[in-house]
């Protein structure tokens, strides 16, 4: 599939520090559609849908990755996790140089080192992403397994240097 297109623009309005749920405004252009009843599932779990996109700000952002084959992954402690079919999440972050542009771009990118565990699915799957500035890739994991739409389908992935969450990367039930 030829690389996806970013249109980069994008906002984040937070009230976390004062209990208030916050607002999104993320847009992005892609390739791919999300079908609608994945795009239902994120929008009650209040995760905008793809319109444009991410900025330079830190942040954080979602894949909505469709495999259409079994994929086998690896990860810390194991080995070949096979994974079916279907659609599948990974929320990310990031705060380094060039925030949530430079790594939603890497991601969206087929050739390229394996770095961290998601790169495993993003060169084998079609790809759109969320980008959410000022967000927390935590916050968003609880929020979506809340929705009662997600399950985990593999313990640790995407979150060795996460306390609090069971995996990063959420399948589409």
Not at 59 to 78: E, F, R
């Amino acid at each position: 599939m030829a690389a996806l297109r970013l249109i980069l623009k994008g906002n984040f309005r937070g009230a976390y520090a004062h209990g208030q749920k916050p607002h999104y405004d993320a847009h992005m252009r892609s390739q791919i559609p999300i079908p609608g009843a994945l795009t239902r599932a994120l929008r009650k779990a209040g995760i905008p849908t793809p319109q444009d996109a991410p900025s330079q700000l830190g942040g954080s952002y979602l894949l909505c990755m469709h495999l259409n084959d079994c994929v086998s992954v690896s990860y810390g402690a194991h080995k070949d996790k096979p994974l079916s079919p279907g659609w599948y999440i990974y929320a990310g972050s990031a705060y380094g140089p060039g925030g949530l542009r430079a790594r939603i771009s890497r991601h969206l990118r087929k050739e390229k080192p394996i770095h961290w565990h998601v790169d495993q699915l993003t060169s084998q799957s079609e790809i759109q992403a969320i980008a959410l500035p000022g967000a927390n890739e935590c916050d968003l994991v609880v929020r979506l397994l809340d929705s009662g739409a997600f399950t985990v389908p593999a313990k640790g992935f995407g979150s060795t240097d996460c306390r609090n969450c069971e995996s990063h990367l959420l399948a589409y039930a």
